[in-house]
C-alpha cells in the first residue's frame, strides 16, 4: 500500500488518498481545537495517544458487531481505514448531563439521563455545529430514513459495548460523538472515538479527564489522555 496525497486536512486529522481506492490514511495530528477551532494548541504526543485509543476503541465496536471503517494501524500516529462517503451529521449519545445540553435546557452537570437522550448536530463549523432533527435530515437529503435509522441503531447500540468498557476502567461515559459514511451501500461508523469526541470523567471523584480541560483550561490535556490509555490497557 502506497500514501499518495493529501485528500484533506480537518482540524485535529489529515486524510490521505493511498493506491487503493478504497482505503485512506488517516493521520492523527498533535493539534488541539476547541470552539470551531477558534482555540488552538499544539500538544506534541497527543496524535500518537488518540491514533492507539481510537484504534482500540474501534477493534473493540467491531468485535461488539458495530461495522467501522477501521483496518489496521499503520504507524505510531497513522490508521488504515475504508474511504467513507462521509454524512455530515454527528450523532450524539448522552448518559449524564454535560455542555451544551446544560446550557440549552439549564440542566445541572452530571445529571444522570435515563433513557439516554440522542441527538442529531449538523457537521459545519461556519453554522457552529446547529442541532437538527429527523425532519430537516430527510427535507435537506443529508442522509435517507434508511440512514437515519441505522446511525441511530448503530450510535445507541454502541454505547451498551462503550459503557461497560470504560466502567471497568474506572471511567463514566458522559457522552460521545459518533459520524458515520457510506462504504458499497453499507453504514459503517467512520472518523474517531478517543477523549477529544468524548466525555470521561473518573468514576470516583467525577474529575474530567477528556478535551473540556482544553476547552475551559482546567488541567494537563495530555496527562489525563495517558491516564485514560494506561487505565484501557492501550500500550502507547
Ligand atoms: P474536522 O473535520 O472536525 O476538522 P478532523 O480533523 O478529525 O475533523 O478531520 C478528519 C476529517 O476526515 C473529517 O471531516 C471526517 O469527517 C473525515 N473522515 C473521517 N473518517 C473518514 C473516512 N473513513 N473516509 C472519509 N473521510 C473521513
Ligand atoms: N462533540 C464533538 N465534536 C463536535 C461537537 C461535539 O466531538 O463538533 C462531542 C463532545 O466532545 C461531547 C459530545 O459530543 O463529548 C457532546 O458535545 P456538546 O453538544 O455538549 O457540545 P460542546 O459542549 O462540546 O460544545
Avoid at 70 to 90: A, G, K, N, Y
Avoid at 106 to 121: M, N, S, T, Y
Avoid at 184 to 191: A, E
Wanted: proline content about 4%.
Amino acid at each position: 500500500m502506497k500514501i499518495l496525497g493529501e485528500l484533506y486536512a480537518g482540524k485535529a486529522k489529515t486524510v490521505l488518498r493511498t493506491d487503493d481506492p478504497d482505503a485512506l490514511v488517516l493521520r492523527f495530528r498533535d493539534d488541539a481545537t476547541a470552539f470551531d477551532g477558534v482555540k488552538h494548541a499544539r500538544l506534541p504526543g497527543k496524535g500518537t495517544v488518540n491514533n492507539k485509543v481510537n484504534a482500540f476503541v474501534m477493534e473493540r465496536l467491531e468485535r461488539g458487531g458495530i461495522p467501522t471503517h477501521f483496518i489496521r494501524l499503520l504507524s505510531d500516529h497513522e490508521s488504515l481505514v475504508r474511504r467513507l462517503d462521509m454524512i455530515p451529521v454527528e450523532c450524539v449519545v448522552r448518559n449524564l448531563a454535560a455542555g451544551s445540553l446544560c446550557k440549552r435546557l439549564g440542566v445541572e452537570e452530571g445529571r444522570e439521563l435515563d433513557p439516554p437522550v440522542f441527538e442529531f448536530f449538523l457537521k459545519n463549523d461556519e453554522l457552529h455545529d446547529p442541532m437538527i432533527n429527523e425532519s430537516h435530515i430527510r427535507t435537506f437529503r443529508w442522509a435517507t430514513e434508511e440512514e437515519v435509522a441505522r446511525m441511530k441503531a448503530l450510535t445507541l447500540q454502541a454505547n451498551a459495548i462503550l459503557k461497560p468498557l470504560f466502567q471497568e476502567a474506572g471511567l463514566l461515559l458522559v457522552d460521545y460523538k459518533l459520524e458515520f459514511g457510506r462504504f458499497h451501500g453499507q453504514v459503517l461508523l467512520g472518523d474517531e472515538f478517543t477523549p477529544d469526541g468524548c466525555r470521561l470523567w473518573d468514576a470516583e471523584s467525577r474529575r474530567k479527564l477528556d478535551k473540556d480541560l482544553f476547552r475551559h483550561d482546567l488541567g494537563d490535556l495530555m496527562q489525563a489522555y495517558h491516564e485514560v490509555a494506561h487505565r484501557l490497557g492501550v500500550p502507547l
